[in-house]
T-cell receptor, first 114, second 113 residues
Framework: GAGVSQTPSNKVTEKGKYVELRCDPI?????LYWYRQSLGQGPEFLIY????????DSGLPNDRFFAVRPEGSVSTLKIQRTERGDSAVYLC????????????FGPGTRLTVL | GENVEQHPSTLSVQEGDSAVIKCTYS??????FPWYKQELGKRPQLIID?????GEKKDQRIAVTLNKTAKHFSLHITETQPEDSAVYFC????????????FGGGTRLMVKP
């Protein structure tokens, strides 16, 4: 079946602009996670949804970052007033929920802020 | 804060040799430890995982060991092949951190033919 998909695969924007990154999880997966991966580092947690609600958003770096999952499936990560330090690969993962179920990752969106 | 430390950052082995990557974690309540393989420009993919109530798990050439007392876990790859070359990340679900993964910094494994 189809895996986790993310669009766009690449996004180049200018400092100060607004961007939206989209994640389509595996069908039936109730849990959805956003991570950010900087070059040469491991992914860092941003936010986690269980169904439609954000179960934990403690990883969002500041209030410029926001994410939604209105129907419990597709999620959008929104970044306002982008800064050069936001440049990274943004990874989405989904799972059946719970601690022990595998998190399946999408291919990521590479965001470059000029 | 709670974190996961991973060593070494790079590892070069000859084809056919074994490779070992080690991780330590700080939260004794951590209960799930997956390992992901990430090839250049690709998504992380789970290769093996272990739960806190298990000391060792093996899947063909790959094994993971967990020492809860010492709070460390290791990935063992035997009979390495060139296609094992990638970046490997350990991760943990920390005890009080919900279901999100905390990743180590990664190990770049290079298998020389």
């Amino acid at each position: 079946g189809a895996g986790v998909s993310q669009t766009p695969s690449n996004k180049v924007t200018e400092k100060g602009k607004y961007v939206e990154l989209r994640c389509d999880p595996i069908s039936g997966h109730t849990a959805l996670y956003w991570y950010r991966q900087s070059l040469g580092q491991g992914p860092e947690f941003l936010i986690y949804f269980q169904g439609t609600g954000a179960a934990d958003d403690s990883g969002l770096p500041n209030d410029r970052f926001f994410a939604v999952r209105p129907e419990g499936s597709v999620s959008t990560l929104k970044i306002q007033r982008t800064e050069r330090g936001d440049s990274a690969v943004y990874l989405c993962a989904s799972s059946l929920g719970g601690v022990y179920n595998e998190q399946f990752f999408g291919p990521g969106t590479r965001l470059t802020v000029l | 804060g709670e974190n996961v430390e991973q060593h070494p950052s790079t590892l070069s082995v000859q084809e056919g040799d074994s490779a070992v990557i080690k991780c330590t974690y700080s939260d004794s309540a951590s209960n799930y430890f997956p390992w992901y393989k990430q090839e250049l420009g690709k998504r992380p993919q789970l290769i093996i995982d272990i739960r806190s109530n298990v000391g060792e798990k093996k899947d063909q050439r790959i094994a993971v060991t967990l020492n809860k007392t010492a709070k460390h876990f290791s990935l063992h790859i035997t009979e390495t092949q060139p296609e094992d070359s990638a970046v490997y990340f350990c991760a943990a679900i920390l005890g009080n951190a919900g279901n999100m993964l905390t990743f180590g910094g990664g190990t770049r494994l290079m298998v020389k033919p």
